[in-house]
């Protein structure tokens, strides 16, 4: 129950903050490239609405990708409850709720919340550290090699296009 409070307070601190980043970077932007937009009514809608979706999908992902997160914990021995497993996934996010929204600054609370997980799920769930390392650095090694042998397919296709004439399907 703290965890869920928790959340919801940096929840909504994290969609007014990232809300209105959103706002300002846009309005920099437009000015920047020089398109005066009219969109009026239209803009303070569109905030509103990213508002809502923001905090909504903090909240409703969170359960989501816990239940992700917990199986994959279970396979590697993890010991502890679903709850436990939220709340460490929960707590560790704060840095990422509290400074996330800031650009650049937000690939460093990445990499702690990444840390601070290793060792929450290191301490509940009873697992070695080395243990706790492997759950959280092999889906990032299997996504960026997925990537590597997408991009190079994609670099296949490309290439065969470009000395064939045409795409190759």
């Known amino acids: 129950k703290d965890a869920i409070v928790y959340l919801l307070v940096l929840g909504l601190i994290t969609a007014i903050l990232g809300t209105l980043m959103n706002y300002v970077m846009t309005k ?15 803009q303070e809608l569109n905030i509103g609405f990213q508002f809502i979706l923001s905090f909504v999908a903090i909240i409703v992902f969170s359960f989501i990708i816990t239940g992700i997160l917990h199986l994959w914990i279970m396979l590697f021995g993890g010991k502890a409850s679903y709850t436990d497993t ?19 600054v937000n690939l460093v609370t990445w990499i702690y919340k990444i840390v601070l997980l ?7 769930h009873n697992v070695s550290k080395g243990r706790a390392i492997l759950i959280y650095v092999l889906p990032i090694i299997i996504f960026v090699v997925l990537g590597i042998i997408l991009f190079l397919v994609a670099l296949v296709f490309l290439g065969s296009a470009l000395f064939s004439g045409g795409l190759p399907f």
């Open 118 to 124: 290793v060792i929450g799920t290191e301490i509940t």
């Open 86 to 104: 939220y709340k460490v996934y929960v707590y560790a996010g704060t840095p990422e709720y509290l400074l996330g929204w800031i650009p650049m």
């Open 28 to 42: 920099a932007m437009t000015q920047f490239l020089g398109a005066n937009l009219p969109l009026g009514w239209m």
